[in-house]
C-alpha cells in the first residue's frame, strides 16, 4: 500500500441492523453577508520560507469571493488565492490589504 492512501474497512463487511456509514459532506452553501456585518481577522504564515498572508473568514459566495479577491490582487499588484472563505495574499502586505477592504465597506475585529 503506498503511503499516503486509506484503507476501508467497509468492503465485504456487515454492520447488521441500525449501522450505516456517514459521508463527510461539506457545507458548500454559505449565506452571504453585507460587506459591514463581516468580522475579519489576519493571519501571517510561512510558505516555503515566503510569508502569505491570510485575511478572513468570509462568508461570501464563491464566486463573489473570486471577484474581489482579483480586484484586490490588481490593485495591491501581487498574487493570492480565494479558499474556503479565506483570502490568501502573496507577501506581508497587511495594513494595504485592511486599507482596500475598508474602502469596499468590511470591518475586523480588533
Not at 452571504?32 to 468570509?58: C, I, M, N, W, Y
Not at 502586505?93 to 480588533?110: C, D, M, N, S, T
Request: glycine share 10%.
Amino acid at each position: 500500500m503506498s503511503r499516503g492512501t486509506k484503507m476501508t474497512l467497509d468492503i465485504g463487511i456487515s454492520w447488521g441492523e441500525g449501522w450505516s456509514m456517514e459521508e463527510e459532506k461539506k457545507n458548500s452553501e454559505t449565506v452571504a453577508l453585507d460587506p459591514s456585518a463581516h468580522r475579519l481577522v489576519f493571519q501571517k504564515e510561512k510558505r516555503r520560507g515566503k510569508p502569505v498572508t491570510l485575511v478572513g473568514p468570509f462568508s461570501l459566495s464563491a464566486e463573489e469571493g473570486q471577484k474581489n479577491l482579483s480586484a484586490l490582487k490588481k490593485s495591491l499588484a501581487c498574487g493570492g488565492a480565494y479558499k474556503e472563505g479565506w483570502m490568501e495574499f502573496q507577501g506581508d502586505i497587511a495594513p494595504r490589504v485592511r486599507e482596500h477592504l475598508e474602502k469596499l465597506g468590511f470591518r475586523f475585529k480588533k
